[in-house]
């Protein structure tokens, strides 16, 4: 079973990459599971709904998010790829502000059966200016891209922590998220093959 996750600020490209993903995966004929956080089952994503409207603390937003991911991670049945859209880091990216949030997202992530520890992370990283420019094209989504605009530093910064720590074998691929879709999704595939994920 083949890991990986898909990871990025709002408006990276991120939908678009794992929808090209997935078409390359049809065409290849490599079977595989795509899976969204929060949410990613049919229960679950009920409760997807609950937690973006939510005005759930910080704290609270990190059990329920890990509860939640305890759960899919269960109920995956086993296939040749899984492919997350969000995945731990997010958790990290969005809920830590402080010293004390960091210990306890690093002990719940060290929980993760070590078969979900993805092999790559594919972090879409954009920058200030694309964001901007990019935003201006489309409203909010739900209450926590609200929330969690006005906070991007501080969000783009606990992705580049995380990409630092240890996480068993998993590769951490920062990729420029200004490129063309095209651009992004060779390089995509490129680091897959690198991997020896796909041939
Ligand atoms: P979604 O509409 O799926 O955003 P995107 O298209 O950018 O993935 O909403 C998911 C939101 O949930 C997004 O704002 C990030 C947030 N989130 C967290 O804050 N922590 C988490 O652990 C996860 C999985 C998501």
Request: overall charge positive; proline content about 1%; hydrophobic content about 35%.
């Amino acid at each position: 079973m083949k890991v990986i996750s898909f990871e990025g600020f709002e408006y990276s490209g991120k939908s678009t990459q794992i929808k090209l993903l997935k078409k390359y995966f049809i065409k290849n004929n490599i079977k595989s599971t795509f899976t969204r956080e929060p949410g990613g089952n049919k229960d679950l994503e009920k409760i997807r709904n609950v937690i973006l409207k939510s005005n759930f603390n910080n704290l609270s937003l990190i059990m329920f998010f890990f509860a939640s991911r305890f759960t899919l991670i269960s109920s995956i049945k086993k296939n040749d790829f899984i492919v997350f859209d969000r995945f731990f880091d997010s958790t990290y990216a969005y809920q830590k502000y402080n010293s004390k949030e960091k210990k306890l997202i690093i002990s719940l992530i060290k929980l993760i059966d070590k078969n979900f520890i993805p092999k790559i992370t594919f972090y879409l990283k954009l920058d200030k200016k694309n964001l901007i420019r990019r935003k201006d094209k489309r409203l909010y989504s739900n209450k926590f891209d609200k929330k969690y605009f006005g906070q991007f530093s501080r969000i783009q910064k606990n992705y580049e922590e995380i990409s630092k720590i240890k996480i068993g074998e998993r590769k951490f691929v920062a990729i420029d998220a200004s490129l063309s879709a095209n651009e992004v999704h060779d390089k995509i595939i490129l680091n897959l093959k690198k991997c020896k994920l796909i041939k």
